[in-house]
C-alpha cells in the first residue's frame, strides 16, 4: 500500500473520515449501544494527535432519502465528545456551501461530524455528482467503516475517484488483516462454526469454507434445514423449506469429498415458542411434530468444545440457539466460553459480527477473543471470498 494512516503528514489537512456509526438507538433516540463509535476512536485520535483537521461522515439506519430527525446523528456527536474528551461539532448536513464553511473555520485538531449520509438517496444509489460533492469535504480520504465496505456506496466507493489520497483506517485494517489471514494461511487446524436462523444467507459462505477448514460445526435453526435435508422430523422447528435442496448437496458434498461438517445430536425441544415454554433435550432423531428446536444440547456442546479445544484458528458467526431468550441461551454460551479458553492457549479467534459479536459481548468475553469483526455482512461477504467495493475503490487507487 502507497499510503497508511502511519506515514501521513495530516497537519493542518482536511480529513475526511468515512465511519460506521449506525449505532442502535431507544424510543428516546439515546445510544443502547456505542461499540461501533469506540471501533472508531484509534483513527480518530490519530488524526488529532497529528494535528488534522477531522471531519467525519456516517450513515444512521434507512431513512431512505428523506430527513427523519430520529435518524439524525446528534446523539452520537455527544457521545464522541464525551469519548474523546473534546466537543465535537454538528453539521446541519453533509454536503453543501454552509457545510464547507464548517469545515474552513475548523482549526487542527478540532472535530466535526455530518448529518447522516442517508438524508440523501444519492448516497444508496453511489449518485457520481453526490460523490464529488462528498469529496469537496476533505483532503485526505480515510475509510474506516468496515461494516459498510460491501457497499457500494457514494462515501464508500464513489468518493475515490474525486480524492487524491485515499487510505485505510485503523479498523479497515485490522479487519481485512484478520479475516484476510483466515482465507489464506490460517494457522490449523481451522474450525469454523456457523449458526444463526437461516442457511440462506450463509450457503456462498459454507461452500468457500469447506474447501479451507479442517471442520465446520453447525448450530441454530439452520441446523433444522439439514436435519430435514436427512429425512428427519423436524416439528415446528424453523426450516427454509426452498434451502432443503442446497444443504443436501451441501452435505453430499461433504461426504463424496471427506469434508468435516458436524450437526448436532441433541437439542433443547420446546412446545411453543415462548422462553417458558415446556422444553424438554431430545435426540435430534426424536424431534416430534408440533415441538421445535431451540438450541444445541450438552451432548453437542460436549463434541463441538472438543473440536474448538484442538483448533489454532477458530470463525464463528451466528448463535447456537435462540440466545436472545435466556432459557436457551446456553448452547451459544458454552461455545463463547470455549473460545474465551482456546484464545488464552494461544488460538486465532475471530467473531463475524451479528448476532455472535453480540452474545460475546453479552457474555463479556470480547476481551478474551482475538478479534470481533465490527461487519456482519461485510465479514461473511469477505469470507465468501466476494470483492468489497469499500476495500476495491482503495486498492485500486495504487
Not at 448536513?93 to 474552513?104: H, R
Not at 451459544?332 to 488464552?344: D, F, H, R
Request: glycine fraction near 10%; proline fraction near 3%; charge should be negative.
Amino acid at each position: 500500500m502507497k499510503y497508511s494512516i502511519d506515514n501521513i503528514d495530516f497537519k493542518d489537512k482536511k480529513v475526511l473520515i468515512r465511519v460506521d456509526f449506525n449505532v442502535p438507538l431507544d424510543k428516546d433516540c439515546s445510544i443502547t449501544d456505542d461499540t461501533r463509535i469506540k471501533a472508531a476512536l484509534p483513527t480518530i485520535t490519530k488524526v488529532i494527535e497529528k494535528g488534522g483537521k477531522v471531519i467525519l461522515m456516517s450513515h444512521l439506519g434507512r431513512p431512505k432519502g428523506k430527513v427523519i430527525p430520529e435518524m439524525s446523528l446528534k446523539p452520537v456527536s455527544v457521545r464522541l465528545g464525551e469519548l474523546l474528551n473534546t466537543k465535537v461539532l454538528m453539521a446541519d448536513d453533509c454536503i453543501g456551501n454552509k457545510v464547507l464553511q464548517q469545515i474552513d473555520s475548523l482549526k487542527s485538531g478540532e472535530v466535526l461530524l455530518l448529518e447522516n449520509l442517508r438524508f440523501h438517496k444519492e448516497e444508496e444509489a453511489n449518485d457520481e455528482k453526490f460523490a464529488s460533492e462528498l469529496a469537496k469535504n476533505g483532503e485526505i480520504y480515510i475509510n474506516d467503516a468496515f461494516g459498510s465496505a460491501h457497499r457500494a456506496h457514494a462515501s464508500v466507493a464513489g468518493i475515490c475517484k474525486f480524492m487524491d489520497v485515499c487510505i485505510f483506517g485503523y479498523l479497515m485494517e485490522k479487519e481485512i488483516k484478520f479475516l484476510g489471514n483466515l482465507i489464506v494461511e490460517p494457522e490449523r487446524p481451522f474450525v469454523a462454526i456457523l449458526g444463526g436462523a437461516k442457511i440462506s444467507g450463509k450457503i456462498e459462505l459454507i461452500n468457500n469454507l469447506l474447501d479451507k477448514v479442517d471442520s465446520i460445526l453447525i448450530g441454530g435453526g439452520m441446523a433444522a434445514t439439514f436435519f430435514k435435508a436427512q429425512g428427519k422430523e423436524i416439528g415446528d422447528s424453523l426450516c427454509e423449506e426452498d434451502k432443503v435442496s442446497i444443504a443436501k448437496s451441501i452435505l453430499e458434498k461433504v461426504e463424496k469429498e471427506n469434508r468435516k461438517l458436524l450437526l448436532p445430536v441433541d437439542g433443547i425441544i420446546v412446545d411453543s415458542f415462548d422462553n417458558n415454554a415446556m422444553k424438554k433435550v431430545v435426540s435430534v432423531d426424536e424431534i416430534e411434530p408440533g415441538w421445535r428446536f431451540m438450541d444445541i444440547g450438552e451432548a453437542t456442546v460436549k463434541i463441538f468444545k472438543e473440536e474448538i479445544a484442538k483448533a489454532k484458528t477458530v470463525f464463528w458467526n451466528g448463535p447456537m440457539g435462540v440466545f436472545e431468550m435466556d432459557n436457551f441461551a446456553k448452547g451459544t454460551s458454552a461455545i463463547g466460553y470455549a473460545l474465551a479458553e482456546v484464545t488464552e492457549k494461544g488460538a486465532t479467534t475471530v467473531i463475524g459480527g451479528g448476532d455472535s459479536a453480540a452474545a460475546i459481548a453479552k457474555l463479556g468475553l470480547k476481551s478474551k477473543v482475538t478479534h470481533v469483526s465490527t461487519g456482519g455482512g461485510a465479514s461473511l461477504e469477505f469470507l465468501e471470498g466476494k470483492s468489497l467495493p469499500g476495500i476495491e475503490a482503495i486498492k485500486s487507487k495504487y
